[in-house]
C-alpha cells in the first residue's frame, strides 16, 4: 500500500488528463500562454510524480505571440494506443484543435496536426473503440443559436488517424445534465462493460464546478444521464470550505479492476485562490452501471491509501524547488511567457549561471518579456534568487511574483540617479505603485528574498553581508483568480528587461529557489 497526498500535483496545474500504459500512468495539464506548453508526468504508483518535459517544446508546436496569459492552451487529453502516444487539445489564440503524436511520454512529440474548422469549439478528446476505429469528442456552440453564455454542446465524430482528418458526420450526443446548463467541457468517452460513458464537467470552472456522466449502448445515440447527476462536486460545501471548484475529471483503472478519478480543484486562502486549479485524486467504484466519486464520503480527500508498491523517483515533483544553472539544457520545470529561446537567455555565457538579456519586452505588456519562471505551490513559502546586474538607464532585472501582465509584484534592481537602487513595485490593473526604494551597493552578487505568508508578504534585498527588509504586509490578494480574472495560478520568476529601448545588457542568474514553510 502507498498514500497519496491531495492534491498530487500542487501548483497551477489545471485541467488534468490521465492514461495508463501497462504499469505506468501519465497527467497532462493546461499551460495557457505559457511556453513549453502542457507539461507531462510520470508515476507507477498515481501517489509519487515525476515531471518527464512539457509535450510543446518547439515554437513551430505553439505560437503564442501577443496573447493574454489565460489564452493559449486549453484543457489537452493524453490518450494511449497500440504503442503511441496521442495528446490533443485547443490553442485558444492560434489554430484551434490539434493533435500531436509520440512513440515515448517524453518526446519528442510531432508537429501539430490541425483539424481545422471542421472541428469547433474546444475541450478536445480521442476515443479509441475496440474495433480499431478513432472518434473525436468535443464541446461546441449550440449550432442552433446560443441563447445564453454558456449554452454549448458535446459532439462526436469519426477520425481518420491516417490523414488526421475528421471524417463522416458529427453528431452531438449530450448537452449537460441540468436544465439550460453552461459549459458542458471536458469531456471524455469509455467503453466499459458494453456501454459507452461520457464524463464531462459543467457549470463553469468556478463556484457551480461539477462533474457529471451519461452513457449509451451506441455512440451515434443521444445518451441517458445518470439519475444522480451531478456526480461529483463542491458546489453544496460553501466558499469556505478548503477546497472548492472541484470538477473536469478523467477516469482510469489500474488493469486489475480498481478504477480512479483525476480532477482539478482550487484551494484558497482567505477566499482568494493564488494558485489556480490543481490536480487532485479520488477512488471510483461502480454501482448499478454508474460512477461513484469517492464512495460514503462525497468530497476530495486530504490523503488515500492504494493498492501499489511505493514508487519514487529521483527528481519527483516536491514542495521545494532549487534550481541552479550548470547543465546546458534549461530546468523543464522553467516557464517563459509566450516563448523561451536563446535570444532571451544563455546558459554558457558564465558557467553556473543564467544569463537573462535585457530585451524590449516589457513584463506589463503582452510581449515576449525575458521572463522565467517556477509555479507558486502554497500559501506560506519562501523564494529567492542571487543576481549580478549593472543597470543603464531604464533597464531592470529582478524578482516578480506574477498572476498576468496587468497584476503582478515586481522586485527589481535599477539605476536611481548614478546609483543603483532596489524597488519593490505593485501593479494592479495596470497601474504601477511603488512600495519601496532601497539603494544597494554598486559591486557583487545581490539576493532578493520573497516570503509569502497566507496571502501577505514580506520582501528582503540582501548585498554582502547586509540582509535589509525592503517592504513588508504587502497584500497577494489582488494576485488571485478572483481579483485579477483569468483561469492561471500565479508563478515566481527571474526577469530582466530595457523597457522598451534597445540594448545589449544582461543580468546572470546564480539560482532560483523555492520551499514551503
Not at 449509451?216 to 453544496?236: A, Y
Not at 482510469?252 to 490536480?279: F, Q, T
Request: proline residues 5%; hydrophobic residues 35%; glycine residues 10%.
Amino acid at each position: 500500500m502507498v498514500t497519496a497526498l491531495n492534491p498530487v500535483l500542487s501548483g497551477f496545474y489545471p485541467d488534468p488528463s490521465i492514461c495508463r500504459a501497462g504499469e505506468d500512468y501519465y497527467i497532462v495539464n493546461s499551460s495557457f500562454a505559457y511556453f513549453p506548453g502542457v507539461p507531462i508526468f510520470h508515476s507507477k504508483d498515481l501517489a509519487h510524480w515525476e515531471q518527464v518535459g512539457n509535450i510543446l517544446d518547439r515554437e513551430e508546436q505553439l505560437p503564442l505571440s501577443g496573447s493574454e496569459i489565460s489564452e493559449g492552451i486549453y484543457a489537452p487529453s493524453i490518450r494511449y494506443n497500440n504503442g503511441t502516444y496521442y495528446m490533443i487539445t485547443t490553442n485558444v489564440s492560434y489554430g484551434g484543435n490539434f493533435i500531436v503524436t509520440a512513440e515515448k511520454p517524453e518526446g519528442p512529440w510531432s508537429k501539430p496536426y490541425y483539424l481545422g474548422e471542421e472541428a469547433k469549439g474546444i475541450d478536445p478528446d480521442l476515443f479509441f473503440d475496440t474495433d480499431g476505429r478513432c472518434y473525436y469528442v468535443g464541446t461546441r456552440p449550440n449550432p442552433e443559436g446560443v441563447r445564453y453564455n454558456g449554452d454549448w454542446e458535446i459532439w462526436v465524430q469519426e477520425l481518420d488517424l491516417s490523414q488526421m482528418k475528421l471524417t463522416g458526420e458529427s453528431m452531438a450526443i449530450w448537452k449537460g445534465a441540468v436544465k439550460d446548463v453552461i459549459w458542458p467541457e471536458g469531456p471524455h468517452i469509455y467503453k466499459i462493460d458494453g456501454y459507452y460513458y461520457l464524463l464531462h464537467a459543467e457549470g463553469g470552472t468556478g463556484p457551480e464546478h461539477s462533474i457529471s456522466v451519461a452513457r449509451s449502448k451506441e455512440l451515434f445515440k443521444w445518451f441517458e444521464g445518470c439519475p444522480r447527476n451531478p456526480v461529483f462536486t463542491h458546489r453544496n460545501l460553501g466558499m469556505d470550505y478548503p477546497v472548492i471548484y472541484a470538477g473536469h475529471g478523467d477516469l482510469v483503472d489500474d488493469g486489475n479492476g480498481n478504477w480512479y478519478i483525476i480532477m482539478l480543484a482550487s484551494r484558497p486562502c482567505k477566499r482568494h485562490s493564488s494558485m489556480g486549479r490543481e490536480s487532485f485524486l479520488a477512488r471510483v467504484t461502480w454501482e448499478n452501471g454508474w460512477p461513484v466519486i469517492n464512495a460514503g464520503i462525497g468530497k476530495l480527500c486530504e490523503s488515500m491509501e492504494l493498492p501499489f508498491d511505493e514508487y519514487r523517483f529521483a527528481n519527483e515533483i516536491s514542495h521545494h524547488d532549487h534550481l541552479h544553472f550548470y547543465d546546458n539544457k534549461l530546468d523543464d520545470r522553467l516557464l517563459g511567457i509566450h516563448t523561451r529561446n536563446e535570444s532571451q537567455y544563455s546558459l554558457n555565457a558564465r558557467k553556473g549561471f543564467l544569463r537573462l538579456f535585457a530585451g524590449k519586452g516589457k513584463i506589463e505588456d503582452k510581449t515576449n518579456a525575458s521572463y522565467l519562471g517556477i509555479r507558486q505551490k502554497d500559501y506560506c513559502f519562501e523564494a529567492s534568487t542571487g543576481l549580478e546586474f549593472t543597470p543603464s538607464a531604464n533597464e531592470c532585472a529582478g524578482l516578480v511574483y506574477y498572476q498576468n501582465h496587468e497584476n503582478h509584484l515586481r522586485m527589481e534592481i535599477k539605476k536611481k540617479d548614478d546609483n543603483k537602487a532596489f524597488y519593490v513595485v505593485e501593479h494592479i490593473h495596470g497601474k504601477d505603485n511603488v512600495l519601496a526604494v532601497t539603494e544597494i551597493g554598486q559591486e557583487g552578487l545581490a539576493e532578493i528574498v520573497l516570503r509569502a505568508e497566507n496571502q501577505t508578504a514580506s520582501v528582503w534585498i540582501k548585498t554582502g553581508s547586509e540582509k535589509v527588509l525592503a517592504a513588508g504586509n504587502i497584500n497577494l490578494l489582488p494576485y488571485t483568480t478572483e481579483e485579477a480574472g483569468g483561469f492561471v495560478g500565479c508563478t515566481i520568476g527571474m526577469y530582466a528587461s530595457a523597457n522598451g529601448e534597445d540594448g545589449n545588457n544582461y543580468a546572470d542568474f546564480a539560482w532560483l529557489s523555492y520551499d514551503a514553510m
